[in-house]
């Protein structure tokens, strides 16, 4: 049954096509800059320091912003001070401290591998409990992540063994040769996070 007959002019035809047009490109265009910041981030990358942020620095901020004590002392710079700890926290120092990083990426599938041969895996597709980080424990937790594409940046939200989490936002930059990665790190043991950027370069 129709509740209304109004006429449809060849204007207001046009124009809904149009509409259902634009729809599509933008979908399209949505869809592609999914794929392409996947495969633009694949390859070998080592860090930068004179851009990305001091570690150790950024580490010994968020201990103290917890109302803790650094326990560096002024005259203690040792390089990568903070990094080591339980089994749990592995995952978090190789984000903080590993220097060079391998990207794979085969859609939905992310795979990066850190030093030491440390690989973790996580997916852009929505399942859920995606893994993985390497599990250095036997009988113990596993870590793992999840990805998601939006427009021009990867966002990785990681739960470690701890208890704790991490947000991670890629972006790239210097037509795709720099990679910028933005962390807001949250380890359990932790009062405050760890908030830190690191870049690395593309190696050809």
């Known amino acids: 049954m129709k509740l209304f007959d109004f006429p449809i002019s060849r204007t207001q035809v046009l124009l809904q096509h149009g509409v259902l047009l634009c729809v599509a490109v933008l979908s399209f265009s949505f869809l592609n800059a999914q794929g392409n910041i996947g495969s633009q981030m694949v390859g070998a990358w080592v860090i930068n320091d004179d851009l990305s942020d001091n570690s150790d620095d950024q580490v010994e901020e968020a201990i103290e912003a917890g109302g803790g004590d650094g326990g560096r002392g002024f005259f203690n710079r040792r390089e990568d001070f903070y990094r080591g700890g339980p089994p749990e ?21 992310f795979r990066f591998t850190y030093e030491d041969n440390y690989i973790r895996v996580f997916h852009t597709d929505g399942r859920r409990r995606r893994t993985t980080a390497n599990d250095f424990f036997e009988g113990g937790g596993s870590d ?11 966002v990785v939200e990681a739960r470690p063994r701890d208890g704790g989490f991490a947000t991670e936002i890629y972006t790239l930059e210097n037509d795709g040769n720099r990679l910028r990665i933005e962390m807001l790190i949250q380890p359990l043991s932790f009062r405050e996070p760890i908030e830190l950027v690191r870049y690395y370069d593309r190696v050809e």
């Open 89 to 109: 926290h592995e995952l978090y120092d190789r984000l903080t401290y590993d220097d060079v990083l391998s990207i794979e990426f085969s859609e939905p599938e």
């Open 144 to 154: 793992w992540s999840e990805g998601n594409i939006e427009v021009e940046a990867l």
